[in-house]
């Protein structure tokens, strides 16, 4: 059952990519590209959870896991530097300076740094629940292949970029609300939290990725507004 819901998720993940790289190439702006980016493997991301457990534990899943991982921590936070060039394109006065998008910059770039730190010292374990199996870094109890397997063992990488991008696109969003009346960067940032506000012991990350999706649209929605009300930064 969670294994064809990660696929389905996969196969809507991949309509938003096509979506959205068209309207790249309707409205192109370093703020569309930079939205765009993440959206690349998130697809693989679900794809890999949904055929884990038809191809089995080994070599090729692992890969298949590594990839998402580095995907996930490598894209992500192209969003961050997406944020200050769409403050840019707005005419955002504290967004003007430099030193800002500078910040930006620097900060996807310790958060990318920081992960991959932390994954390169981490070791795979598989991890199931229900009829899924993946590969993460971090045993669960309640993800734990097996009786043999070892509950804590591994490294945890907590998913702090995600928290503090999600924080910012509502922060963002408000700013977009009050300037130019576009709500729905605030409104589906706060929908996908709700969603990813769900125990992972209820369902394995299911429910929390059933909001990649919606807060994706709503940042390449917003991106693309911008694009085509403002001129291109």
Known sequence: ???????VIAIVDFAVLVWAIRLCK???SNALYLATIPLTLLWFDNFTVGLGSTLGEGDFLKGMNTVRFLAHYIALPMTFIAIGA??????FAWA???AVMGAFCLLATCFIAHDLWLFASATFYPSCFADTLRYTTYVAEFTACGADA???SGTRIAPIPAITLSNMLIIFGIFL???IGWRWLTLGTVVAMAFFAAPYSLSGGFIGNIGEPIISIAIVATAAHI?????PD
């Not at 059952?1 to 696929?7: F, W």
């Not at 694009?227 to 001129?231: A, C, E, G, L, N």
């Open 227 to 231: 694009s085509k009300t403002f001129r």
């Open 177 to 179: 609300w009050v300037r």
């Open 26 to 28: 309707q409205y192109p």
């Open 96 to 98: 003007r300076p430099k």
């Open 1 to 7: 059952m969670y294994s064809a819901g990660y696929i």
């Open 86 to 91: 769409m403050a840019r394109q707005v005419g």
């Open 150 to 152: 070892t509950i804590g």
